[in-house]
């Protein structure tokens, strides 16, 4: 039987309990395909806090090392330890260390827009539309001015650097292609050429990759250009390739489309392991309430099988469970609305319900 290690890093906040419903979906897979999921939690972010005061301590570097993909639920606490000089270093914040830690050089954050939730979506619905449809942000993960010099050169000036090299655009690029040729064919690429280098290499390297991709319509836009269009007329897009900063703030404002930061899994790629976390934060306000939505964690795990265990058949399983779990009306409080007939669901429940569809 083929066996895979999975690091389970739960973090704080709602991490936990979402955690729990995508194993519990992972225990579904299991049973239905011939496969076994050694499962080992770890401690990150604010649940490694109080133990280790640090949020990515050495124990969990192991067990990352020694896994075949990581889990990773959400981190964000503890709030009142934020201000200390620890935590606000970058480096350090258990994220950002982490992505760095597995060398995550390409971020894939789907936003899945639902037609029977398009009522949750902020943009009108003649904007939005009235079929399902799918946004794939493609993110850089690990150049651009995240991870340049960051320093306060005197005290009244601050001083951030950004900097991109060929084989890093180079390698986002031919991934983007792919992406969009597999898919609808069409891709954009997102900069600041009119304004940075780091654009003007980064716009260089996708022109040059389009000549080897000819059924790819391929469009350049700078970000404050793809801001207005991605509003305005959000069907135009499908796949989009950003720079790690553009990518960040494109994919916050893709994430508003499908109604609920819930909805939307994410997958890191590291140099050998890969990781996989919900794109929204760890809403401490609503930790162990089991009200939460687990759907963000449980696609999580769905791009898991899919890009680290080669689980396409099981991947598109949980993908068409969660689907009619939605589409027969079955919600959690986030994507719940009165008086139309839906059933609201907790978080384990939701997690049953698509163990049930399995
Ligand atoms: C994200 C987050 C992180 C980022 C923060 C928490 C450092 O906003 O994953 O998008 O900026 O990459
Ligand atoms: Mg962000």
């Given at each position: 039987?083929?066996?895979?290690?999975?690091?389970?890093?739960?973090?704080?906040?709602?991490?936990?309990?979402?955690?729990?419903?995508?194993?519990?979906?992972?225990?579904?897979?299991?049973?239905?395909?011939?496969?076994?999921?050694?499962i080992?939690g770890?401690?990150?972010?604010?649940?490694?806090?109080?133990?280790?005061?640090?949020?990515?301590?050495?124990?969990?570097?192991?067990?990352?090392?020694?896994?075949?993909?990581?889990?990773?639920?959400s981190?964000?606490?503890?709030?009142?330890?934020?201000?200390?000089?620890?935590?606000?270093?970058?480096?350090?914040?258990?994220?950002?260390?982490?992505?760095?830690?597995?060398?995550?050089s390409?971020?894939?954050?789907?936003?899945?827009?639902?037609?029977?939730?398009?009522?949750?979506?902020?943009?009108?619905?003649?904007?939005?539309?009235?079929?399902?449809?799918?946004?794939?942000?493609?993110?850089?993960?690990?150049?651009?001015?995240?991870?340049?010099?960051?320093?306060?050169?005197?005290?009244?000036t601050?001083l951030?650097?950004?900097?991109?090299?060929?084989?890093?655009?180079?390698?986002?690029?031919?991934f983007?292609?792919?992406?969009?040729?597999?898919?609808?064919?069409?891709?954009?690429?997102?900069?600041?050429?009119?304004?940075?280098?780091?654009?003007?290499?980064?716009?260089?390297?996708f022109?040059?990759?389009?000549?080897?991709?000819?059924?790819?319509?391929?469009?350049?836009?700078?970000?404050d250009?793809?801001?207005?269009?991605?509003?305005?007329?959000?069907?135009?897009?499908?796949?989009?390739?950003?720079?790690?900063?553009?990518?960040?703030?494109?994919?916050?404002?893709?994430?508003?489309f499908?109604?609920?930061?819930?909805?939307?899994?994410?997958?890191?790629?590291?140099?050998?392991?890969?990781?996989?976390?919900?794109?929204?934060?760890?809403?401490?306000?609503?930790?162990?309430?089991?009200?939460?939505?687990?759907?963000?964690?449980?696609?999580?795990?769905?791009?898991?099988?899919?890009?680290?265990?080669?689980?396409?058949?099981?991947?598109?399983?949980?993908?068409?469970?969660?689907?009619?779990?939605?589409?027969?009306?079955?919600?959690?409080?986030?994507?719940?609305?009165?008086?139309k007939?839906?059933?609201?669901?907790?978080?384990?429940?939701?997690?049953?319900?698509?163990?049930?569809?399995?």
């Amino acid at each position: 039987m083929k066996t895979y290690k999975i690091a389970l890093l739960p973090g704080d906040g709602i991490g936990e309990e979402v955690c729990m419903e995508a194993v519990k979906v992972l225990r579904c897979i299991e049973e239905k395909y011939e496969v076994e999921f050694k499962i080992t939690g770890g401690l990150i972010g604010g649940a490694a806090w109080p133990e280790y005061g640090n949020h990515f301590p050495e124990e969990t570097k192991i067990l990352v090392n020694n896994s075949d993909a990581i889990l990773f639920g959400s981190v964000g606490g503890p709030v009142d330890a934020q201000f200390e000089p620890q935590w606000k270093d970058c480096e350090k914040n258990s994220i950002l260390a982490i992505r760095k830690f597995i060398g995550a050089s390409i971020n894939l954050r789907p936003a899945p827009i639902f037609k029977e939730l398009s009522h949750f979506c902020p943009l009108r619905s003649d904007i939005i539309g009235n079929e399902s449809f799918e946004i794939l942000v493609i993110r850089e993960l690990s150049g651009g001015i995240y991870f340049g010099e960051h320093s306060r050169p005197t005290a009244d000036t601050a001083l951030d650097t950004s900097t991109y090299d060929r084989a890093t655009i180079q390698k986002i690029a031919q991934f983007s292609f792919q992406a969009a040729q597999n898919r609808k064919k069409t891709l954009h690429s997102i900069d600041k050429a009119n304004v940075l280098e780091t654009s003007r290499l980064w716009r260089e390297v996708f022109e040059a990759e389009s000549k080897n991709w000819p059924e790819v319509k391929f469009h350049n836009l700078y970000v404050d250009n793809a801001v207005q269009q991605l509003v305005k007329w959000p069907r135009q897009f499908d796949v989009i390739a950003c720079p790690n900063l553009f990518g960040d703030i494109i994919s916050d404002l893709t994430s508003v489309f499908p109604g609920s930061l819930g909805m939307l899994g994410s997958a890191s790629f590291g140099n050998k392991i890969h990781l996989y976390e919900p794109s929204g934060g760890s809403a401490p306000d609503i930790q162990g309430l089991n009200v939460a939505n687990p759907i963000a964690q449980i696609y999580s795990a769905a791009l898991m099988l899919r890009h680290s265990f080669e689980m396409h058949e099981a991947a598109n399983d949980i993908d068409s469970a969660v689907l009619k779990t939605i589409q027969l009306g079955f919600r959690t409080g986030d994507i719940y609305m009165e008086n139309k007939g839906e059933t609201k669901l907790s978080c384990s429940d939701m997690g049953d319900k698509i163990c049930a569809f399995i």
